[in-house]
């Protein structure tokens, strides 16, 4: 059978079939490649550059545009598992800081302070010495021509008529001419020209003489300078305006005062002027004493009498330690600060009154919070230290307080189990890079 159908296909046939049956295996094979190369290409991996989204090869490399590294282009599906840390330091940049810097802990403790305090020079009010008139009358004469004129213990004021004054004088001489056996009553009127301001030599001198002063001189009994009432309130640095104002229309009850619009230094005063018994016409401050008067705002309830203070001047005199010698235990209406008093010599007028003075206190501090100063970085509206929590420095807001050599207190912000950075600057990008979120 299979030797007829040879015969009968012929040599020809059968090479016909064999070109067919190697034409179809060669068909195959080139649709099986075909489909193997399509799915290759579909597998393909891609490389991205993350700032132009266009750039796109199919091998790693660098960007043509800006030079970045090619990143692997992500699958539609593929996801990222974020870890409780992961996700922590996703939070934005000005939120936490990743670092290894030297670390501490605030201290609890107390420490030795230094702080600045501002004050003046002022006159020691002991050495204020009033001149009152004991006696009504008319001013006779005046040796006083301006406010702030030395004057010596002794030296002559001035000159009064009284007429009270005249009559105990003749009151005196009457009772010498008339009953000179009565000495209970002659001895009870000199004892009223006494109480007057007479002085025992010009009793003496009214009785030999047997005839009246007419004009009685009034004498300083202190060293100092000549000031009147106005003047010395309005040229005392810690006097209050009110108060001021009250001695002034004190003052003003001399009969025919000049008005307020006085030439500066030009006393008040005029001869022919009347004044009323017990009426203060001048003053006498000495001023081989005064006070360096200061005004304290922070810390006064550390102050304490004998606590060490150094004081300085302007550049032509030398520092001066010293004690607080007393401390105002009120505080004057309208004014938020105590004042502190050093008491200081001053017999060659070393220091003139209303000079500026600066001292550098030393107190003991309450027991509270420090962190060395650079551990604190100040923003200018508040200061902050970068606390580290799960390994990451995050900024805290703080309150500070007193500064002791390189260290400083804290106030609220802090505890004392935080771990903080020591160097705050060495986080710091810029104040903007800051994000405060306590």
Known sequence: MRNKLKNKIGAAGIRKCRAFFLWSIVVLQLVLSSCSKKDDHSHTQEYICPMHPTVIQDRPGTCPVCGMDLVLKGKPGDEVKITAELNYLLKPTNVSVVGSIKMITPVFKSASTNSEINGVITYDTRRITSIPIRTGGRIEKLMIKYNFQPIRKGEKILEIYSSELLTAQRDLLFLQKSDAENTQLIESAKEKLRLLGVSNQQITHIVSSKKEIYSFPVYSSVNGYIMEESILQASTPSTNSSSASSDMKGSSAMKGSS????????????????????????????????????????????????????????????????????????????????????????????????????????????????????????????????????????????????????????????????????????????????????
């Open 259 to 438: 008005s307020s619009t006085a030439v500066p230094n030009e006393i008040q005063i005029r001869e022919g002027m009347y004044v009323v018994t017990g009426q203060t016409i001048f003053n006498v401050v000495n001023t081989e004493q005064v006070w360096a008067e200061f005004n304290v705002r922070q810390k006064a309830n550390q102050i304490k009498l004998k606590d060490s203070v150094i004081l300085s001047f302007d550049s032509s005199q030398k520092e001066i330690k010293s004690t607080i010698s007393f401390i105002q235990p009120f505080y004057v209406d309208g004014e938020n600060f105590a004042k502190a008093r050093v008491y200081l010599v001053n017999p060659k007028n070393t220091y003139p009154i209303g000079q500026l003075v600066k001292g550098q206190l030393k107190t003991e501090s309450n027991k509270s919070l420090w962190i060395p100063i650079t551990a604190s970085l100040d923003l200018g509206i508040q200061n902050i230290v970068f606390a580290k929590r799960n390994g990451t420095f995050r900024p805290k807001s703080i309150t500070i307080g007193q500064t002791s050599g390189d260290w400083i207190e804290v106030i609220t912000g802090v505890e004392a189990q935080d771990s903080i950075a020591y160097d705050a600057q060495f986080l710091m990008d810029s104040e903007g890079f800051i994000k405060v979120k306590n």
